[in-house]
């Protein structure tokens, strides 16, 4: 654990360092730099068609791993799993919650698993994080 966290931290003052490199042609040009009132739009994918799950460090599962997440999820609640997709998606965000990314794992699979009409309970989510520690990310 304590590895995967100076990983992280070492990952983030890379990340930040790195947005304040720029190629600057020395060039400056109001218009380029007009701040917009509007928010920005979360981008789920980027133009290389990758999602923001595979920007996490886990991997997607593949056959009989894939396999155990699903029928972990469909336990949990059948129509946590009519995208297949999706719902590993949304499994490998909480691997990464369940391993420090938040402090309440319950709370967190509740918000990310709580979608298409599907309302997860507290027992829900715990029963959840379980099957997916057993299955998709597991205690370091």
Do not use: W
Not at 33 to 46: E, L, V
Not at 72 to 87: F, H, R, S, T, Y
């Amino acid at each position: 654990m304590r590895i995967r966290a100076t990983t992280a931290a070492v990952t983030a003052v890379l990340a930040v360092s790195l947005v304040g490199c720029s190629s600057d042609n020395g060039t400056d040009s109001k218009a380029d730099t007009a701040p917009s009132s509007a928010p920005a739009a979360p981008n789920t994918a980027d133009s290389s068609g990758t999602s923001e799950a595979d920007k996490v460090a886990l991997p997607e599962p593949t056959g009989d791993k894939r396999t155990a997440v699903i029928a972990a999820m469909k336990d949990v609640n059948p129509k946590l799993v009519q995208d297949e997709d999706k719902a590993i998606e949304k499994a490998r965000y909480q691997c990464v919650n369940l391993d420090g990314g938040v402090s309440d794992t319950v709370n967190s699979a509740m918000e990310l698993f709580s979608y298409d009409g599907v309302m997860l309970t507290e027992d829900d989510a715990r029963h959840l994080n379980i099957g997916l520690r057993n299955t998709l990310c597991s205690e370091a």
